[in-house]
């Protein structure tokens, strides 16, 4: 099995530029977690879908940050316009969903908003 | 608000020592779960613990959650260098796996 795939590992863009990250969930899961890290805040659940529907995205910063899941084995976080404070290690993780079920981490895209 | 606290939020030991990281909750919770985290990677489940006094062990590494179920603690025995990184506890006080987490312990292992 390959994991959770998040791609690209790095991003480097200045302020104002269109920002896309994408994650592949482990095939299966049904649940899919956007996460934000940074080291004043740690680590934030910004959103997360159940059978490819947002079901609490009260984590999400502001109107600039959008996710979407058109399948089950697909997800993006997109940030338009992006800011340097929005420069941080975002990860993905899926689960099989429910209570009680392991949840499984990409290995992080690292953003720089310059 | 949801917030766990962490202690501590550093930890430095020699090799061959026991230590023990502790999380706490103001609510009572689902599902408590620990993950590792090494620099510039992603996290590595641990432990998931959801009854209130249950226990597991994986190695040398135990985890408690206590009767009320809003803390917990992760325990190390005889650390080695392989245990430095961040731990991390999550916690699901929904019961819709909708993890909150702490904001992690650094723990340095010196040989």
């Known amino acids: 099995d390959a994991g959770v795939i998040q791609s690209p590992r790095h991003e480097v863009t200045e302020m104002g530029q269109e920002v896309t990250l994408r994650c592949k969930p482990i095939?299966?899961?049904?649940?899919l977690f956007w996460y934000r890290q940074t080291m004043m805040r740690g680590l934030e659940l910004l959103i997360y879908?159940?059978?490819?529907?947002?079901?609490?995205d009260s984590g999400m910063p502001e109107d600039r940050f959008s996710a979407k899941m058109p399948n089950a084995s697909f997800s993006t976080l997109k940030i338009q316009p992006s800011e340097p404070r929005d420069s941080a290690v975002y990860f993905c993780?899926?689960?099989?969903?429910?209570?009680?079920?392991?949840?499984?981490f990409g290995p992080g895209t690292r953003l720089t908003v310059l | 608000s949801q917030e766990l606290e962490q202690s501590p939020q550093s930890l430095i030991v020699q090799e061959g020592k026991n230590l023990t990281i502790n999380c706490t909750s103001s609510?009572?919770?689902?599902?408590l779960y620990w993950y590792k985290q090494k620099y510039g990677e992603g996290l590595i489940f641990l432990m998931m613990?959801?009854?209130?006094?249950e226990e597991k062990s994986h190695e040398k590494i135990t985890a408690k959650l206590d009767e009320k179920k809003q803390q917990s603690s992760l325990h190390i025995t005889a650390s080695q260098p392989s245990h430095a990184g961040i731990y991390l506890c999550?916690?699901?006080?929904?019961?819709?796996?909708?993890?909150?987490f702490g904001t992690g312990t650094r723990l340095t292992v010196i040989s």
């Open positions: 993780a899926s689960s099989l969903g429910g209570v009680y079920n392991e949840q499984f």
């Open positions: 609510k009572t919770l689902y599902g």
């Open positions: 879908f159940n059978n490819n529907v947002p079901i609490d």
């Open positions: 999550g916690a699901d006080s929904t019961g819709a796996n909708n993890l909150f």
């Open positions: 613990l959801q009854k209130g006094g």
């Open positions: 095939s299966g899961h049904n649940s």
